[in-house]
């Protein structure tokens, strides 16, 4: 598997699709499927505080300095701040490209395992695995994203558009 390409296409599309969304009216972030708890505006600050969450679980935080503590929480605190209108667009499609950009610098480490504390308990996984998790995340929330925004007559954005396949294109492989 090559995690950096897999990465790059979770960022590449996030960016376009959010991009997208910003051309939209502001009624487009009230738009959902069937939960009117996860709004289209909900659902990117959700990918884009987790991108943010699983790139800061790759780290060593064993040796943070406070300081260093203190920085981390508060890019985590602001990913919880989703867009009021489509005017704060262009400030979560910068924490989005952050949040990718540090999870891609933060996956290149070799494969080993990285540690949470969850309710008391250590939980051990794999980088990999929190790679992939990632990836797979993103993906799925884009496509409850754009299925929010479809089910409110928003059709514009189409997912084959920002497959593997047209990341591909794009890239020119």
Known sequence: MD???????MAWAN???FSKVAELPDEALDAYA????WTAREIMRHITSSATWYGWRLLDRSSFTEEENNSWQAILDETEIPPA???GMPILIARAAR???ALLS???SPE???YREWEGEIITRARSTVISQAVH????????LVSALEAKGFTTINLDDYDLWAFSDTIGE
């Open 3 to 9: 995690a950096a390409k897999l990465l790059k296409h």
């Open 15 to 17: 960016q376009e699709i």
């Open 34 to 37: 069937v939960n009117p708890e």
């Open 85 to 87: 209108t489509m005017k």
């Open 99 to 101: 949040a990718d950009a």
């Open 106 to 108: 933060h996956a290149q």
């Open 112 to 114: 080993g395992v990285v």
């Open 137 to 144: 995340h993103a993906t799925e929330h884009r496509a409850q």
